[in-house]
């Protein structure tokens, strides 16, 4: 059965820095939902506001993403998925796309139980500064994510990397 090793957590815990590291670690291709959406922003970039456009090519950025993760599939047996903040309209997607029947999920949830380490992460990785502390104060308020199904494993981003890859890796490998 193919894997699927899906992170997810909040933006600004660390999910792209850990899946690039764990990637890198055990060779599994890595896909990034928000590459993929920026590269949409710039192919039909306009006047319009940023904000509207990334509404806009949401959904075409989640077909890419689906795309790219069915291709790298077709001839490698897991891939990393990263940046998933599931919300119900998207795990609807995910998963007709996505049966549990015919692939194993293995969910990674980033977490940062630091909150200062947290916004320091967020405001350098948001391109948009004079907006960051009220996005930033939004984000922490979010009570918890749509859990999806599988096994299930969670990290704060605040431990040492190297114990936080072990972990992971022993986790996805097992």
């Known amino acids: 059965m193919k894997k699927l090793i899906i992170f997810q957590g909040l933006p600004g815990v660390g999910k792209s820095h850990l899946s690039n590291l764990l990637a890198s670690k055990i060779d599994v291709k890595r896909v990034d939902r928000d590459e993929i959406k920026s590269e949409i922003i710039n192919e039909f970039a306009s006047s319009e506001d940023p904000y509207c456009r990334a509404e806009k090519y949401r959904l075409m950025a989640t077909e890419r993403f689906f795309q790219a993760i069915e291709s790298y599939l077709a001839e490698h047996d897991s891939v990393i998925l990263d940046s998933l903040i599931p919300t119900e309209e998207y795990l609807k997607l995910f998963y007709n796309r ?7 999920y293995l969910v990674i949830e980033i977490v940062n139980s630091n909150k200062d380490s947290w916004k320091e992460r967020f405001e350098r990785r948001d391109h948009l500064a004079n907006q960051v502390a009220r996005k930033f104060e939004e984000i922490t308020n979010i009570s918890g994510l749509n859990k999806i199904e599988g096994a299930h494993l969670q990290i704060d981003s ?11 890796e022993k986790f996805v490998t097992r």
Do not use: C, Q, V
């Not at 996505?98 to 194993?104: G, K, T, V, W």
């Not at 990397?161 to 072990?166: A, D, P, T, V």
């Open 98 to 104: 996505f049966p549990d029947s015919n692939f194993h």
């Open 158 to 168: 605040n431990i040492d990397n190297e114990i936080s890859l072990n972990t992971i």
